[in-house]
């Protein structure tokens, strides 16, 4: 059984950050590529950052520059730093292991 457990949403001004946090049990973040997302109210969920086992990462484009993901092996856990966030990045975000999804955590940015 895997578990992924998200931490670091909240309320936060256009300009701010923040970071979210991704705990795995039952399997190993290195090992695997390990992935966040997102979904808006009203549309589709999208992929925003990922990292592979070898340390690779990518973003999508509206991102690029002020999100970056990041893991610690040793804690199992994954972060996503998110700086200069705008109101468009409004969403639940969630951490994914190929298969495995977390409970998702909201992030709100707003005045």
């Known amino acids: 059984q895997v578990q992924l457990v998200e931490s670091g949403g909240g309320l936060v001004q256009p300009g701010g950050s923040l970071r979210l946090s991704c705990a795995a049990f039952?399997?190993?973040?290195?090992?695997?590529?390990m992935a966040w997302y997102r979904q808006a109210p009203g549309k589709q969920r999208e992929l925003v950052a990922a990292?592979?086992?070898?340390?690779?990462?990518n973003y999508v484009d509206s991102v690029k520059g002020r999100f970056t993901i990041s893991r610690d092996n040793a804690k199992n856990t994954v972060y996503l730093q998110m700086n200069s966030l705008k109101p468009e990045d409004t969403a639940v975000y969630y951490c994914?292991?190929?298969?495995?999804w977390g409970q998702g955590t909201q992030v709100t940015v707003s005045s």
């Open positions: 994914n292991l190929p298969g495995w």
């Open positions: 039952g399997r190993s973040v290195s090992g695997n590529t």
């Open positions: 990292i592979t086992s070898g340390g690779f990462t």
